[in-house]
Nanobody
Framework: QVQLVESGGGLVQAGGSLRLSCAAA????????MAWYRQTPGKQRDLVAS???????KYANLVKGRFKISRDNDKNMVYLQMNNVQPGYTAVYYC???????????WGQGTQVTVSP
């Protein structure tokens, strides 16, 4: 079964904005730190931002001030607001869930973000 589903990707011009969404099953979302990663062909999947169940947030250095992660605990959704995007941010963006006290990591199938110059 698909446990995490991303949406909201697409084509955006440099300097523009986009919001990615990730829907998760309640049993996973309610106990999980949620995160966004990104990956380009042939490269490692890297952390973009994360948010704990309590709302504590972390960001990769290069996206600080441009991206904002948030979560809606009633809707079991996590979002990535991408502002002032640049062509270098073109990648597939993945949603990740890490429940507390488990060794399991959940991944969505990814959503493509393409930033045109």
């Amino acid at each position: 079964q698909v446990q995490l589903v991303e949406s909201g990707g697409g084509l955006v011009q440099a300097g523009g904005s986009l919001r990615l969404s990730c829907a998760a099953a309640k049993v996973i979302f309610s106990t999980s730190t949620m995160a966004w990663y990104r990956q380009t062909p042939g490269k490692q999947r890297d952390l973009v931002a994360s948010v704990t169940t309590g709302g504590d947030k972390k960001y990769a250095n290069l996206v600080k001030g441009r991206f904002k992660i948030s979560r809606d605990n009633d809707k079991n959704m996590v979002y990535l607001q991408m502002n002032n995007v640049q062509p270098g941010y073109t990648a597939v963006y993945y949603c990740n869930a890490k429940p507390k006290s488990t060794q399991w990591d959940g991944w969505g199938q990814g959503t493509q973000v393409t930033v045109s110059p």
